[in-house]
Nanobody, 123 residues
Framework: QVQLVESGGGLVQAGGSLRLSCAAS????????MGWFRQAPGKEREFVASMSYSGGSTYYADSVKGRFTISRDNAKNTVYLQMNSLKPEDTAVYYC????????????????WGQGTQVTVSS
């Protein structure tokens, strides 16, 4: 089992920045590719970003490319999502997820999910 706990969400004005963190525990972190997803009210969950278990590959949704950056700190068993130039349409609950030996992509088929953290961007 892998436990994932997100933090760092909050209320920010449009154009502002937030950094989300996802702390993992339970299994060897470096064996897991990591992803970020989000779900806005009334909408389906959507892919945001992912990083391979090696850290060598990343993928981004077109809607966040150039604004969001995924990174990982294996010493801290943590994956981050740096979000810049935030827009009201980025408002959603953000989830991190872990997938065994994932080389990264846009799949939503992950093995473990966190509980989510709310991000609200005001206009």
């Amino acid at each position: 089992q892998v436990q994932l706990v997100e933090s760092g969400g909050g209320l920010v004005q449009a154009g502002g920045s937030l950094r989300l963190s996802c702390a993992a525990s339970g299994r060897t972190f470096t064996n897991y590719g990591m992803g970020w997803f989000r779900q806005a009210p009334g909408k389906e969950r959507e892919f945001v970003a992912s990083m391979s278990y090696s850290g060598g590959s990343t993928y981004y949704a077109d809607s966040v490319k150039g604004r969001f950056t995924i990174s990982r700190d294996n010493a801290k068993n943590t994956v981050y999502l740096q979000m810049n130039s935030l827009k009201p349409e980025d408002t959603a609950v953000y989830y991190c997820a872990a997938k065994w030996h994932y080389i990264a992509g846009t799949s939503s088929r992950y093995d473990y999910w966190g509980q989510g953290t709310q991000v609200t961007v005001s206009s």
